[in-house]
């Protein structure tokens, strides 16, 4: 079946650290692979994506790279700031077969100390 | 940016009230889909509807039902409100053209949160 796993925060960084949340997944064909962030009291909001395999998403100094074969898409930013304190979701959606569902990760939750 | 929309933002509501959770889009998406969030922060998708007069339940049971009756519009309704249904209610959309569509992310509104006291 298709599921999405990523790591379990809360990660807690400095200002200026970098930022690794990983995420790997299980599906068949060429899914579709989101980040998406959500802000205290806020809705789900899309960071980047990537539609094949070897596709980087970029958005806001994050990048995604899509891995085929380690079936992967880990979230990097090469410095963070407070403002990027937020929950992190890693999500996909298939191919082939409930193409018009969505699977998410459990989510990380990002600390940012100034 | 976004066009959906839910209302209200925040709900504290008795035991055994009913209630209906308003979600609406204006991107003439076919698909509209809710979520619940738990505390965890993980999202649970107990309803979704691939167009007008479409619906399903989704991969957590929930005593909720929901309509479609117009595109952009998809209430939940809650008949009996309990304190277990307490949490953060997300409904989304996404676009659907062709078959092939895998590639259109999902659109997420503001969120309810309910509180059933």
């Known amino acids: 079946g298709n599921s999405v796993t990523q790591m379990e925060g809360p990660v807690t960084l400095s200002e200026e650290a970098f930022l690794t949340i990983n995420c790997t997944y299980t599906a068949t064909g060429y899914p579709s692979l989101f980040w998406y962030v959500q802000y205290p009291g806020e809705g789900l909001q899309l960071l980047l994506k990537?539609?094949?395999?070897?596709d980087k998403g970029s958005n806001k100094g994050f990048e995604a790279t899509y891995r085929k074969e380690t079936t992967s898409f880990h979230l990097e930013k090469g410095s963070v700031q407070v403002s990027d304190s937020a929950v992190y979701f890693c999500?996909?959606?298939?191919?082939?077969?409930?193409?018009?569902?969505?699977?998410f990760g459990s989510g990380t939750k990002l600390n940012v100390k100034p | 940016e976004a066009d959906i929309y839910q209302t209200p933002r925040y709900l504290v509501i008795g035991t055994g009230k009913k209630i209906t959770l308003e979600c609406s889009q204006t991107m003439g998406h076919d698909k509209m889909y809710w979520y619940q969030q738990d505390p965890g922060m993980e999202l649970h998708l107990i309803h979704y509807s691939y167009g007008v007069n479409s619906t399903e339940k989704g991969d957590l049971s929930s005593e909720s039902t929901v309509s479609r009756i117009r595109t952009e519009h998809f209430p939940l309704t809650l008949e009996s409100a309990r304190p277990s249904h307490t949490s953060q209610y997300l409904c989304?959309?996404?676009?659907?053209?062709?078959?092939?569509?895998?590639?259109?992310?999902?659109?997420f509104g503001p969120g309810t949160r309910l509180t059933v006291t």
């Open positions: 990537a539609t094949k395999a070897d």
């Open positions: 999500a996909l959606r298939p191919q082939l077969y409930n193409f018009n569902k969505f699977y």
């Open positions: 989304a959309s996404s676009e659907s053209i062709t078959r092939e569509d895998w590639t259109y992310e999902q659109y």
